[in-house]
């Protein structure tokens, strides 16, 4: 398998894609890797999610990243991985995360404290997920966590629009991960136009944020623009 650690960092953007309409989450997933967002999550808690990970893993192939968000249990990262899954994202640290490990699979993890991480850490994800992140200050809590732990790929999620997507990867996030401000309604039946406009900004952030890739300070009129670091 390639290694997710190298996508992460190369594409900087985690879509996570949660509806209440199978065939719209569906029609999602393929709007946004078309679009240029190849590294989805499609939420268990979203409506027949299972089939929709094997619908998007028919269409897309063996070599897409495909990610199961919201993996609680053991039995929730094995059937995701049945159902096709090759990235296992969860809400926090338990034994989804345990069973991903001992698949073999990659593993964002959902951490919120120091304490957190360090257990995150010793479990053996590949990058951890700072959720929820604007609960807790947003990119300002990011800073603050990456004082002890410099080297830690953190994912913030939660809340992260444009705007604030350009600020934590400024400050050292290696990606971000983002839902209902790029999602919109669109996995619910909404316009895939709409879908695509949103992706588009969120791309140009992402490669704007690339390492070796510099811009000037986020302008309001115009939130796709990145920090410098």
Same mark, same amino acid.
């Given at each position: 398998? &390639? ?6 960092? /190369? ?6 894609? &949660?509806?209440t309409d199978p065939d719209a989450s569906f029609r999602t997933v393929m709007t946004l890797v078309e679009s240029g967002v190849p590294l989805v999550e499609v939420s268990l808690s979203g409506a027949d999610a299972l089939g929709?990970? *094997? ?8 070599? $897409?990243?495909?990610?199961?968000? +919201? ?6 990262? !094995? !059937?995701? $991985? ?7 994202? +969860?809400?926090?640290? =338990? ?6 490990? !001992? @698949?073999?699979?990659? #593993?964002?993890? =959902? ?13 053996? #994800? /590949? ?10 200050? =947003? ?5 603050? @966590? &990456? %004082?002890?732990?410099?080297? /830690? ?9 444009? #705007? $604030?997507?350009?600020?934590? @990867?400024? @400050?050292?996030?290696? %990606? ?19 879908? *695509? /406009? *949103? %992706? $588009? ?7 704007? %944020? !690339?390492?070796?890739?510099?811009? =000037? ?6 939130? +796709?623009?990145?920090? *410098?670091?």
């Open positions: 398998m &390639r290694d997710f650690s190298t996508a992460l960092r /190369t594409r900087r953007l985690v879509a996570i894609v &949660r509806g929709v990970l *094997r619908r998007a893993r028919a269409e897309l192939g063996a070599d $897409a990243w495909l990610g199961a968000g +919201t993996v609680l249990t053991a039995d929730d990262a !094995r !059937r995701a $991985a049945e159902a096709g899954a090759n990235l296992i994202v +969860t809400p926090g640290l =338990g034994a989804g995360v345990d069973e991903a490990v !001992r @698949l073999g699979l990659p #593993v964002l993890g =959902g951490v919120l404290t120091p304490t957190d991480v360090i257990a995150a850490e010793a479990a053996g #994800v /590949t990058a951890l997920k700072i959720f929820p992140a604007s609960a807790m200050g =947003g990119p300002a809590y990011l800073k603050a @966590l &990456r %004082a002890p732990f410099p080297g /830690t790929a953190f994912v913030p999620v939660g809340g992260v629009d444009a #705007v $604030a997507a350009a600020e934590y @990867l400024a @400050l050292g996030a290696v %990606a971000v991960g983002v839902g209902s401000p790029l999602i919109g309604d669109a996995a619910d039946g909404g316009e895939l136009s709409a879908l *695509r /406009t *949103r %992706a $588009a900004e969120f791309v140009r952030v992402a490669e704007a %944020a !690339r390492p070796g890739e510099a811009a =000037g300070p986020v302008d309001a009129a115009d939130p +796709t623009q990145a920090v *410098r670091r």
